[in-house]
Protein backbone atom coordinates (compact mmCIF):
# COMPACT_ATOMS: atom_id res chain seq x y z
CA UNK A 1 0.00 0.00 0.00
CA UNK A 2 1.36 3.66 -0.93
CA UNK A 3 1.16 6.37 1.67
CA UNK A 4 1.09 9.89 0.33
CA UNK A 5 2.05 13.50 1.49
CA UNK A 6 1.29 16.55 -0.07
CA UNK A 7 3.83 20.08 -0.44
CA UNK A 8 3.58 22.95 -1.66
CA UNK A 9 0.93 24.83 -0.62
CA UNK A 10 0.37 28.33 0.55
CA UNK A 11 -0.80 32.41 -0.11
CA UNK A 12 -0.32 33.86 -3.81
CA UNK A 13 -1.95 36.62 -5.74
CA UNK A 14 -4.74 36.00 -8.52
CA UNK A 15 -2.85 35.19 -11.64
CA UNK A 16 0.15 34.13 -9.87
CA UNK A 17 1.37 30.10 -9.68
CA UNK A 18 2.34 27.81 -7.29
CA UNK A 19 3.45 24.25 -7.98
CA UNK A 20 2.30 20.98 -5.61
CA UNK A 21 4.11 17.80 -4.86
CA UNK A 22 3.29 14.46 -3.74
CA UNK A 23 5.64 12.34 -2.35
CA UNK A 24 4.76 8.56 -2.59
CA UNK A 25 6.24 5.61 -0.15
CA UNK A 26 5.30 1.94 0.57
CA UNK A 27 4.78 0.88 -2.93
CA UNK A 28 4.88 0.13 -6.65
CA UNK A 29 4.56 3.58 -7.66
CA UNK A 30 4.27 3.08 -11.27
CA UNK A 31 1.41 0.81 -10.95
CA UNK A 32 -1.08 3.57 -9.62
CA UNK A 33 -2.88 6.25 -11.34
CA UNK A 34 -2.71 9.62 -9.53
CA UNK A 35 -5.13 12.03 -9.16
CA UNK A 36 -5.43 15.79 -7.70
CA UNK A 37 -8.72 16.75 -5.83
CA UNK A 38 -9.84 19.80 -4.17
CA UNK A 39 -12.29 21.12 -1.49
CA UNK A 40 -13.36 24.15 -1.24
CA UNK A 41 -15.28 25.95 2.03
CA UNK A 42 -18.77 24.95 1.08
CA UNK A 43 -17.98 22.68 -1.12
CA UNK A 44 -17.77 18.79 -2.14
CA UNK A 45 -14.58 17.64 -3.16
CA UNK A 46 -14.12 17.74 -6.87
CA UNK A 47 -11.57 16.82 -9.39
CA UNK A 48 -9.07 18.51 -10.43
CA UNK A 49 -6.22 16.68 -12.55
CA UNK A 50 -5.21 12.73 -13.08
CA UNK A 51 -2.42 11.11 -14.74
CA UNK A 52 -2.05 7.24 -15.59
CA UNK A 53 0.19 4.01 -14.82
CA UNK A 54 2.12 5.10 -17.85
CA UNK A 55 1.80 8.75 -17.50
CA UNK A 56 0.73 9.27 -21.22
CA UNK A 57 -2.77 9.84 -20.29
CA UNK A 58 -4.03 13.00 -18.29
CA UNK A 59 -7.14 14.16 -17.50
CA UNK A 60 -8.73 17.58 -16.21
CA UNK A 61 -11.48 19.36 -14.19
CA UNK A 62 -13.63 21.75 -16.49
CA UNK A 63 -12.35 24.28 -14.48
CA UNK A 64 -8.65 24.16 -14.62
CA UNK A 65 -8.05 22.84 -17.76
CA UNK A 66 -5.68 25.19 -19.62
CA UNK A 67 -4.40 26.91 -16.50
CA UNK A 68 -3.46 23.71 -14.68
CA UNK A 69 -0.96 20.75 -15.45
CA UNK A 70 -0.31 17.21 -13.96
CA UNK A 71 2.74 14.71 -14.33
CA UNK A 72 4.60 12.13 -12.49
CA UNK A 73 8.27 11.02 -12.04
CA UNK A 74 7.94 7.59 -11.50
CA UNK A 75 11.65 7.61 -10.62
CA UNK A 76 11.28 10.14 -7.98
CA UNK A 77 8.36 8.88 -6.71
CA UNK A 78 6.06 11.89 -7.20
CA UNK A 79 3.53 14.12 -8.52
CA UNK A 80 3.41 16.87 -9.30
CA UNK A 81 0.67 19.87 -9.96
CA UNK A 82 1.87 22.94 -11.56
CA UNK A 83 -1.56 25.69 -11.12
CA UNK A 84 -0.90 28.61 -13.26
CA UNK A 85 -2.83 31.37 -13.67
CA UNK A 86 -4.58 31.01 -10.50
CA UNK A 87 -7.87 32.34 -9.18
CA UNK A 88 -9.97 33.28 -5.72
CA UNK A 89 -12.04 30.09 -6.72
CA UNK A 90 -9.16 28.05 -6.92
CA UNK A 91 -8.70 28.68 -3.12
CA UNK A 92 -9.26 24.84 -1.63
CA UNK A 93 -7.51 21.91 0.44
CA UNK A 94 -5.79 19.90 -2.27
CA UNK A 95 -5.52 16.39 -2.10
CA UNK A 96 -3.04 13.91 -3.59
CA UNK A 97 -4.78 10.39 -4.48
CA UNK A 98 -3.79 6.90 -5.94
CA UNK A 99 -5.98 4.06 -7.16
CA UNK A 100 -4.14 0.57 -8.37
CA UNK A 101 -4.25 0.54 -12.49
CA UNK A 102 -5.35 -2.84 -13.58
CA UNK A 103 -4.55 -0.97 -17.42
CA UNK A 104 -1.34 0.71 -18.55
CA UNK A 105 -3.80 3.81 -19.48
CA UNK A 106 -6.63 4.61 -17.32
CA UNK A 107 -6.44 6.79 -14.57
CA UNK A 108 -9.80 7.28 -12.35
CA UNK A 109 -11.68 10.74 -12.16
CA UNK A 110 -14.03 9.73 -9.40
CA UNK A 111 -13.37 10.37 -5.47
CA UNK A 112 -15.01 6.69 -5.02
CA UNK A 113 -12.01 4.64 -7.32
CA UNK A 114 -9.46 5.66 -5.42
CA UNK A 115 -8.36 4.25 -2.27
CA UNK A 116 -5.42 6.11 -0.95
CA UNK A 117 -5.34 9.81 0.02
CA UNK A 118 -3.09 12.16 1.30
CA UNK A 119 -3.38 14.92 4.19
CA UNK A 120 -3.91 18.26 1.75
CA UNK A 121 -2.68 20.81 1.33
CA UNK A 122 -3.80 24.47 1.46
CA UNK A 123 -4.14 26.90 -1.29
CA UNK A 124 -5.10 30.37 -0.65
CA UNK A 125 -5.05 32.89 -3.42
CA UNK A 126 -6.21 36.29 -3.08
CA UNK A 127 -7.18 39.51 -5.55
Known amino acids: QVQLVESGGGLVQAGGSLRLSCAAS????????MGWFRRAPGNEREFVAG????????YYGDSVRGRFAISRDNAKNAVYLQMNMLKPEDTAVYYC????????????????????WGQGTQVTVSS
Open 26 to 33: GGTFSRYG
Open 97 to 116: AAHSATSYYYVGRREEEYDT
Open 51 to 58: VSWSGGTR
